[in-house]
């Protein structure tokens, strides 16, 4: 049986685990990343967190950043359309202490060339309980994926938390911005903005000309990149996958989602945050078709 899985990431790592039914009867969370972790340590702190919730012969799925190259063993990346409840059946396995561990795969667009891990089981997670649409995972590398009957169509990877942060610390574009008190009126006008355009190469220097020219406070400016960059991914998130009209899901952090959600309704775009865990969701999907 599935005793357990791990969601384990670059900076958390979170646990769970399984009884016969597949319902979920304990929890761990740690802040025990793959970057927190020396390559030889992997093994020590599994069987500690494992050691208890596991007997010989049983299954425990792993994902996220420990499948990847710089983990633990790196899985392969299965080809879009993926139907989603295939992921157990293309992992890679690892025997230890007579268990049998499940490294889950990610997945891959060849054109244009893409590529995501984790995402993928969040996706699964969330289409069971949401169904057929646009999918959104913000952060550093927002994912923009479409989910037709449980299958990955097509997604794109739009990296608008990484542009502002390199922005923000590594540029004299952000040099002159201050994130004291969030300018909420900004950022909506940068969401407007970065969705009217083309490219927004040219409207970048503005946040530090309008502070230069007095016509922004640094709060002001911050925000507007903020939202220059949103409405910008939204922008080309939706016609990439050419989807106006679809209902969009959020999936991620609480404080992330709310900004995503106040500039998509800015935008008069239908959308809602998924409520849910929906990695545990995912978890459950593939038990469920193991079991089935």
């Known amino acids: 049986m599935i005793a357990a899985a791990l969601d384990w990431g670059s900076s ?43 007997r010989t012969g049983d299954r425990v799925l792993l994902s996220g950043m420990i499948t990847s190259r710089n983990g633990w063993i790196e899985s392969d990346y299965l080809p879009c359309p993926l139907p989603l409840t295939q992921l157990l059946d293309a992992g890679t396995r690892l025997a230890l202490d007579g268990l049998d561990l499940v490294f889950l795969p990610g997945a891959r667009q060849d054109a244009p060339a893409d590529v995501m891990r984790g995402e993928e089981l969040q996706l699964l997670g969330a289409s069971s309980v949401y169904g057929d649409g646009v999918y959104i995972t913000p952060g550093t590398h927002s994912k923009w994926a479409r989910i037709t009957s449980g299958v990955l169509e097509q997604f794109r990877t739009i990296p608008t938390g990484e542009v502002f942060d390199v922005l923000i610390k590594h540029s004299l574009i952000g040099a002159l911005t201050s994130d004291g008190n969030w300018d909420e009126a900004a950022f909506l006008a940068g969401v407007e903005r970065g969705n009217q355009l083309d490219s927004v190469l040219s ?32 922008r080309e998130g ?27 309704s800015y935008l008069q775009l239908d959308a809602h945050a998924a409520e849910h865990d929906v990695t545990l969701s995912g978890y459950q999907q593939i038990i469920a078709h193991v079991t089935t």
């Open 12 to 54: 958390s790592l979170r646990a769970y685990r399984f009884d016969e039914a597949g319902q979920c009867v304990q929890t761990d969370a740690r802040d025990a990343g793959i970057k927190f972790v020396s390559e030889d340590g992997f093994e020590d702190v599994f069987r500690e967190l494992t050691s208890a919730w596991t």
């Open 203 to 234: 409207d970048l220097f503005t946040t530090r000309s309008g502070v230069l020219l007095q016509q922004y406070s640094e709060a002001f400016a911050y925000a507007w990149l903020s939202g220059l960059l949103i409405g910008r991914e939204i």
């Open 238 to 264: 939706l016609a990439t996958l050419g989807d106006q009209g679809a209902r969009l899901t959020l999936i991620g952090s609480a404080p992330l989602c709310a900004n995503y959600l106040k500039a998509l």
